[in-house]
């Protein structure tokens, strides 16, 4: 067999049929075609290989489980005109599209080839995309992207561009009906960008996966500065600065492991419930070491990551957005093998404030798992709001109104845990009883107040502080009354704020059954076209 001058396999390059239109010679066609659109270009599978990057099917390979790869469309060729395309007609037309599955469960997949076109889209790739997103709505499965694609086909004009907005539409239309996520792997630039941005989570690979809506060149010519295709839109960037990635990971092969795990989390579609796993890890399971990881004094830092880890099943969570906002904490993890979303204050980080990025990631986070019909479990040690000009100008009230948003709207399973300290607005916005939890429970260290017992004393007790004769141990008198009338757990439990003081050691097996109990927890919003949240 031949190969064309642009080193892609086209039916023209198939042996003559002799004519016999014998079913053997028909099979032997459809197979050396289609063995030879698997094989693709070896020249561009070296230069992916040389960039540090894998092809597309040697991606969906890692991504789905073995052999279970239903390709559609391999056959799918352009039909544009102009600027040479007419005599480059490659099979696929640059993405790989089909299902497959994960852990046992249907997945589709469409992974952009670089090797042609550099992966960028037209209309025959943008309709492949459309098909296989509106039969992942049909079928109610999730969708995974893969991609590695320089943009819109600058050959295709206006076509490509309105390629990219039938994808936007199918991303929101599918928005909180099936997961969607979206892999990086390999430069994104414009078009290529927005999809992810609407999807649940955001994969990237750092040094060879880049995301952003124009690159250096145009920085460059635009505003002046100099900056590389990383510092712009790298993994780390993304993960850590813009909040855009969820996750970044050194090499595909554990991204694609982790989206996998991701997957095995998640319920395939809105109308179902993530998979039970069994566990080992007894429901009753007493959790000694809490006694000694959260300190007395509220104003001493511990590490969140650690109380979760003692409480989950097996010890194990999945972090989202770990290195971004990293004052508060979102995860998956089991408990007693059911699925639940963790958001949990961190005070050993801005001593878990909630500032304008905090909100944002738990706001976010809080209305992934509602749609998908996760449980929250939201673990609370949280001083209050940023204060700072910085924090009120970037709109903190817009922002933290969010969060508050999510929670108020949420219709799965709640159940707060009070550990340390929840003052102000903050208390109420992590998922308190008046904005909806279904159980609160307290730890006996816990203080919910309006502010700290210090600022508490200093505004109501300010006369007769001044008046006293010494006036640092009336402050130290008033702020002990303060502590002693409204700064412990039982005034609250005696108003019906929180439903129970527990001891710590108690926790597992008091989330446990209060979210047994809420499994069958159904709840109806107010009829409405939908709600307009402060976005
Ligand atoms: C993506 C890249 C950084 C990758 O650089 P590399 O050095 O790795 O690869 P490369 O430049 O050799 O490209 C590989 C092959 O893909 C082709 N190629 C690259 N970008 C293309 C595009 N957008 N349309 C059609 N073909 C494209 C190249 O000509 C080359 O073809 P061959 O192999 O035949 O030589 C760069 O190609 C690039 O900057 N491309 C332009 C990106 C862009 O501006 N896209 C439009 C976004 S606007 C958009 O999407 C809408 C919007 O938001 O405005």
Same mark, same amino acid.
């Given at each position: 067999?031949?190969?064309?001058?642009?080193?892609?396999?086209?039916? =023209?390059?198939?042996?003559?049929?002799?004519?016999?239109?014998?079913?053997?010679?028909?099979?032997?066609?459809?197979?050396?075609?289609?063995?030879?659109?698997?094989?693709?270009?070896?020249?561009?599978?070296?230069?992916?290989?040389?960039? /540090?990057?894998?092809?597309?099917?040697?991606?969906?390979?890692?991504?789905?489980?073995?052999?279970?790869?239903?390709?559609?469309?391999?056959?799918?060729?352009?039909?544009?005109?102009?600027?040479?395309?007419?005599?480059?007609?490659?099979?696929?037309?640059?993405?790989?599209?089909?299902?497959?599955?994960?852990?046992?469960?249907?997945?589709?997949?469409?992974?952009?080839?670089?090797r042609i076109f550099g992966g960028a889209l037209g209309e025959a790739h943008a309709t492949k995309i459309h098909k296989l997103m509106d039969l992942a709505e049909s079928a109610g499965a999730p969708?995974?992207?893969?991609?590695?694609?320089?943009?819109?086909?600058?050959?295709?004009?206006?076509?490509?561009?309105?390629?990219?907005?039938?994808?936007?539409?199918?991303?929101?239309?599918?928005? /909180?009906?099936?997961?969607?996520?979206?892999?990086?792997?390999?430069?994104?630039?414009?078009?290529?960008?927005?999809?992810?941005?609407?999807?649940?989570?955001?994969?990237?690979?750092?040094?060879?996966?880049?995301?952003?809506?124009?690159?250096? =060149?145009?920085?460059?010519?635009?505003? /002046?500065?100099?900056?590389?295709?990383?510092?712009?839109?790298?993994? =780390?960037?993304?993960?850590?600065?813009?909040?855009?990635?969820?996750?970044?990971?050194?090499?595909?092969?554990?991204?694609?492991?982790?989206?996998?795990?991701?997957?095995?989390?998640?319920?395939?579609?809105?109308?179902?419930?993530?998979?039970?796993?069994?566990?080992?890890?007894?429901?009753?399971?007493?959790?000694?070491?809490?006694?000694?990881?959260?300190?007395?004094?509220?104003?001493?830092?511990?590490?969140?990551?650690?109380?979760?880890?003692?409480?989950?099943?097996?010890?194990?969570?999945?972090?989202?957005?770990?290195?971004?906002?990293?004052?508060?904490?979102?995860?998956?993890?089991?408990?007693?093998?059911?699925?639940?979303?963790?958001?949990?204050?961190?005070?050993?980080?801005?001593?878990?404030?909630?500032?304008?990025?905090?909100?944002?990631?738990?706001?976010?986070?809080?209305?992934?798992? =509602?749609?998908?019909?996760?449980?929250?479990?939201?673990?609370?040690?949280?001083?209050?709001?940023?204060?700072?000009?910085?924090?009120?100008?970037?709109?903190?009230?817009?922002?933290?109104?969010?969060?508050?948003?999510?929670?108020?709207?949420?219709?799965?399973?709640?159940?707060?845990?009070?550990?340390?300290?929840?003052?102000?607005?903050?208390?109420?916005?992590?998922?308190?009883?008046?904005?909806?939890?279904?159980?609160?429970?307290?730890?006996?260290?816990?203080?919910?107040?309006?502010? /700290?017992?210090?600022?508490?004393?200093?505004?109501?007790?300010?006369?007769?502080?001044?008046?006293?004769?010494?006036?640092?141990?009336?402050?130290?008198?008033?702020?002990?009354?303060?502590?002693?009338?409204?700064?412990?757990?039982?005034?609250?439990?005696?108003?019906?704020?929180?439903?129970?003081?527990?001891?710590?050691?108690?926790?597992?097996?008091?989330?446990?059954?209060?979210?047994?109990?809420?499994?069958?927890?159904?709840?109806?919003?107010?009829?409405?076209?939908?709600?307009?949240?402060?976005?």
């Amino acid at each position: 067999m031949s190969i064309t001058d642009d080193r892609r396999v086209t039916t =023209d390059d198939l042996p003559e049929d002799p004519g016999t239109g014998g079913l053997s010679e028909q099979l032997l066609r459809l197979r050396e075609l289609k063995e030879a659109i698997a094989a693709g270009d070896p020249a561009g599978t070296e230069r992916q290989h040389a960039k /540090g990057k894998l092809t597309a099917r040697e991606r969906i390979a890692l991504l789905l489980d073995e052999g279970s790869f239903h390709e559609i469309e391999a056959l799918r060729r352009h039909r544009a005109t102009g600027f040479g395309l007419e005599k480059k007609k490659p099979h696929t037309d640059g993405v790989i599209t089909g299902w497959g599955t994960v852990h046992g469960r249907t997945v589709f997949v469409y992974a952009h080839d670089f090797r042609i076109f550099g992966g960028a889209l037209g209309e025959a790739h943008a309709t492949k995309i459309h098909k296989l997103m509106d039969l992942a709505e049909s079928a109610g499965a999730p969708l995974v992207s893969l991609n590695d694609g320089a943009g819109a086909r600058i050959q295709e004009g206006v076509t490509a561009l309105a390629g990219y907005g039938g994808i936007f539409q199918r991303n929101t239309r599918c928005s /909180g009906v099936i997961p969607q996520i979206s892999v990086m792997l390999g430069p994104c630039a414009g078009g290529a960008a927005y999809s992810p941005a609407l999807t649940d989570f955001v994969f990237m690979v750092r040094e060879t996966s880049q995301m952003f809506i124009t690159g250096p =060149d145009v920085v460059r010519a635009v505003t /002046g500065e100099e900056i590389s295709q990383n510092g712009l839109g790298g993994a =780390d960037v993304h993960a850590s600065i813009s909040g855009v990635a969820a996750f970044a990971y050194d090499d595909e092969e554990s991204c694609l492991e982790e989206v996998r795990y991701l997957l095995s989390m998640l319920p395939q579609n809105n109308r179902e419930t993530s998979p039970v796993e069994e566990t080992e890890d007894p429901a009753d399971r007493s959790v000694d070491a809490l006694l000694d990881l959260v300190p007395g004094d509220p104003n001493q830092s511990y590490d969140m990551r650690k109380v979760i880890e003692e409480i989950v099943d097996d010890h194990d969570f999945f972090e989202v957005q770990p290195t971004w906002a990293t004052n508060i904490i979102c995860a998956l993890a089991r408990l007693d093998g059911h699925v639940v979303g963790i958001v949990a204050n961190q005070p050993a980080s801005l001593a878990g404030v909630l500032d304008i990025h905090a909100s944002e990631k738990a706001a976010r986070f809080v209305q992934t798992c =509602d749609a998908f019909n996760i449980p929250l479990v939201s673990l609370v040690d949280v001083p209050g709001f940023l204060p700072g000009v910085d924090q009120e100008h970037g709109g903190i009230i817009r922002h933290g109104a969010k969060l508050l948003y999510a929670y108020c709207n949420a219709t799965v399973p709640r159940v707060q845990v009070i550990l340390r300290k929840a003052y102000g607005g903050a208390y109420i916005v992590m998922d308190s009883r008046s904005i909806g939890v279904d159980v609160s429970l307290a730890w006996p260290s816990n203080e919910i107040a309006v502010m /700290g017992a210090e600022g508490a004393a200093n505004v109501i007790f300010r006369r007769e502080i001044a008046a006293a004769d010494d006036p640092d141990a009336m402050r130290q008198q008033k702020i002990k009354e303060y502590q002693s009338e409204l700064m412990h757990p039982y005034y609250a439990a005696e108003r019906g704020l929180v439903d129970d003081v527990i001891d710590p050691r108690e926790t597992r097996s008091a989330l446990i059954g209060s979210l047994a109990m809420l499994r069958t927890k159904h709840a109806n919003l107010p009829s409405r076209k939908h709600g307009n949240p402060p976005v």
